[in-house]
């Protein structure tokens, strides 16, 4: 997701395999913890399953200071590098906190179909959001002995698996931070995941799940979600007319191609069409939030056409919590255009001096 990638760009501010030295420098060092057979929600098991993370600063004596982060939809930990230290778009504080980046299941980095060799593409199960919360949570209290974190957040997916977080683990965390996620997938979020997994589906290459060449179809699924990313009036905005074809040939030049990419890209998709918390937790979205312990800040854009921010709107007014609306034409975007970041690192230092409120773009000088 290109401008979440400048998320707040200005801002100052079977057992377990790991590496300890790294674990105790928090260098953001890519590692692994391997759990053997992974057992998931619905009954299947990924054998020989990995987890991959990345830390930054260092876990105090009382392991308290924790803060989870996990990927995006297609997402890997390094992107999320940016985000904790003392760079120009960081807003978690490693002097402060010790930030564990998670690489969520498919994103072919954790066990995924495309890097799995006893069950290798589509001969991957399908997984859940439950279940990348799940090995998140054996990855916080196995590896790193940590039985209640100072706040889990995430962007998109990661700001669903932040969600499901707090309702399946309420007293896990205490504060819960979902930027542009959801508790439920809406149709209008349902038939976007959808058209972009059967347009890979319907490629001939495809095969059924057993690649004969490239996967166009990708590059389709690519352009679905381009023109979702942002809104109408973003798009042009951003690309006019006469550079239409120019953008077109950029999308199918950074498409990837590959078989392995393909289901990772379909597995994901059919986790989020899956999302369904209120469903998980007694049936309706009220139930869902009485489970709710952790302080929750509840971040969406109302112009966002790739999530749908209704679910979490309501669920935001179901457990009091605050709610930080973008004013954005960047739609899903609106993260990289507006700065909630500071609102952000305050919530995390007295969630109590953070309230409802509408946070609007700042013009670029000049345009």
């Given at each position: 997701?290109?401008?979440?990638?400048?998320?707040?760009?200005?801002?100052?501010?079977?057992?377990?395999?790991?590496?300890?030295?790294?674990?105790?420098?928090?260098?953001?060092?890519?590692?692994?913890?391997?759990?053997?057979?992974?057992r998931l929600q619905n009954g299947g098991v990924i054998?020989?399953?990995?987890?991959?993370?990345?830390?930054?600063?260092?876990?105090?004596?009382?392991?308290?200071?924790a803060i989870l982060f996990p990927t995006w939809l297609g997402g890997k930990s390094d992107d999320l590098l940016?985000?904790?230290?003392?760079?120009?778009?960081?807003?978690?504080?490693?002097?402060?906190?010790?930030?564990?980046?998670?690489?969520?299941?498919?994103?072919?980095?954790?066990?995924?179909?495309?890097?799995?060799?006893?069950?290798?593409?589509?001969?991957?199960?399908?997984?859940?959001?439950?279940?990348?919360?799940?090995?998140?949570?054996?990855?916080?209290?196995?590896?790193?002995?940590?039985?209640?974190?100072?706040?889990?957040?995430?962007?998109?997916?990661?700001?669903?698996?932040?969600?499901?977080?707090?309702?399946?683990?309420?007293?896990?965390?205490?504060?819960?931070?979902?930027?542009?996620?959801?508790?439920?997938?809406?149709?209008?979020?349902?038939?976007?995941?959808?058209?972009?997994?059967?347009?890979?589906?319907?490629?001939?290459?495809?095969?059924?799940?057993?690649?004969?060449?490239?996967?166009?179809?990708?590059?389709?699924?690519?352009?679905?979600?381009?023109?979702?990313?942002?809104?109408?009036?973003?798009?042009?905005?951003?690309?006019?007319?006469?550079?239409?074809?120019?953008?077109?040939?950029?999308?199918?030049?950074?498409?990837?191609?590959?078989?392995?990419?393909?289901?990772?890209?379909?597995?994901?998709?059919?986790?989020?069409?899956?999302?369904?918390?209120?469903?998980?937790?007694?049936?309706?979205?009220?139930?869902?939030?009485?489970?709710?312990?952790?302080?929750?800040?509840?971040?969406?854009?109302?112009?966002?056409?790739?999530?749908?921010?209704?679910?979490?709107?309501?669920?935001?007014?179901?457990?009091?919590?605050?709610?930080?609306?973008?004013?954005?034409?960047?739609?899903?975007?609106?993260?990289?255009?507006?700065?909630?970041?500071?609102?952000?690192?305050?919530?995390?230092?007295?969630?109590?001096?953070?309230?409802?409120?509408?946070?609007?773009?700042?013009?670029?000088?000049?345009?």
């Open positions: 997701m290109k401008n979440i990638l400048t998320f707040l760009l200005g801002v100052a501010f079977p057992f377990l395999a790991i590496a300890s030295s790294a674990l105790a420098q928090g260098d953001g060092a890519q590692q692994f913890a391997s759990f053997g057979d992974f054998h020989d399953f990995h987890v991959g993370y990345r830390t930054l600063g260092k876990l105090n004596t009382e392991k308290s200071n940016q985000f904790a230290g003392s760079g120009p778009s960081a807003y978690l504080d490693t002097k402060k906190y010790f930030v564990v980046l998670i690489d969520a299941i498919g994103d072919g980095v954790t066990s995924s179909p495309s890097n799995s060799k006893l069950q290798p593409l589509m001969e991957f199960p399908e997984f859940t959001i439950r279940d990348m919360v799940e090995a998140e949570h054996r990855l916080a209290t196995e590896v790193f002995h940590v039985e209640h974190a100072r706040a889990v957040t995430g962007i998109s997916m990661g700001g669903m698996q932040t969600f499901e977080w707090a309702a399946a683990y309420p007293d896990f965390m205490d504060e819960a931070i979902p930027i542009v996620g959801s508790t439920q997938s809406t149709s209008y979020d349902k038939l976007l995941w959808t058209s972009e997994i059967e347009v890979i589906e319907l490629d001939p290459a495809w095969n059924g799940g057993k690649p004969t060449g490239p996967i166009r179809g990708l590059a389709v699924a690519e352009e679905i979600s381009d023109m979702n990313l942002t809104s109408p009036p973003q798009h042009v905005k951003e690309t006019p007319s006469k550079d239409f074809e120019a953008e077109l040939a950029k999308i199918k030049k950074n498409s990837a191609s590959d078989g392995g990419t393909a289901a990772n890209y379909i597995r994901q998709r059919q986790a989020i069409n899956r999302l369904d918390i209120p469903a998980e937790f007694g049936g309706t979205a009220e139930s869902a939030a009485t489970r709710i312990h952790a302080k929750l800040l509840i971040i969406v854009s109302p112009e966002d056409h790739m999530v749908n921010p209704t679910p979490a709107i309501s669920f935001a007014g179901l457990t009091n919590a605050p709610l930080i609306l973008m004013d954005s034409s960047c739609g899903h975007e609106s993260p990289g255009c507006v700065s909630v970041g500071p609102l952000v690192a305050q919530f995390l230092a007295d969630p109590a001096s953070v309230h409802s409120q509408t946070v609007r773009e700042v013009p670029t000088p000049g345009k």
